[in-house]
């Protein structure tokens, strides 16, 4: 009594062969790519040319400002939304030191009565205001054109303390470049 053909078993064996050898890859590397307890959660500073901050607990603002006040020659800020007034402040600080600044806001944003340009170009730094049919939801700043932060995080109190956001510093003059670039394509100016 033959339960299968040649070509039956041939086809079998192959579906074991390969099952076997698959449950074997897994099991290998499941504790490399899934295994959460080999994930450290702690608090560290990269030590490389990329540092990554989670807000509210990494306190950007804070980070942030840092960079602002070591500034030596020029800021250039995209930002969506900007009502922190204490980033407003250091900005003004550095326009003060001979920081040369320049910003492009959102135009929806900047109509909010929390918006900060009204201060910062009162203290003789040039906000231009994005009018395109999209919003102008870029987020970041290029410092000494070295030193570039992005990611999700808006200028506001409410990303600094109770929002999940993220911010990137990057200190590479190549990616640097790239964003002034894109800078200068949002404000008009080269």
Do not use: W
Request: with cysteine; net charge negative; charged share 25%.
């Amino acid at each position: 009594m033959n339960f299968f053909t040649k070509k039956e078993l041939i086809f079998f064996i192959l579906i074991i062969i390969c099952s076997v050898t698959i449950i074997f890859f897994i099991e290998k590397n499941y504790e490399i790519y899934f295994d959460k307890s080999k994930i450290d959660f702690v608090d560290f500073e990269c030590d490389s040319k990329i540092n990554i901050y989670f807000c509210p607990q990494d306190f950007c603002s804070t980070r942030m400002i840092s960079e602002i006040n070591s500034a030596q020659d020029t800021i250039l800020v995209a930002i969506y939304s900007f009502t922190h007034s204490e980033i407003a402040d250091a900005l003004i600080n550095a326009k003060q030191r001979g920081v040369k600044i320049i910003i492009v806001m959102d135009y929806l944003q900047s109509t909010s009565k929390h918006s900060l340009h009204l201060l910062l170009e009162k203290n003789d730094i040039p906000v231009f205001i994005k009018k395109d049919l999209g919003s102008m939801h870029n987020k970041f700043m290029v410092i000494d054109g070295i030193k570039v932060f992005t990611g999700s995080f808006n200028y506001s109190l409410n990303a600094d303390t109770k929002n999940d956001e993220n911010l990137l510093l990057i200190l590479d003059d190549c990616i640097a470049k790239k964003f002034v670039l894109k800078f200068n394509s949002l404000s008009n100016t080269n």
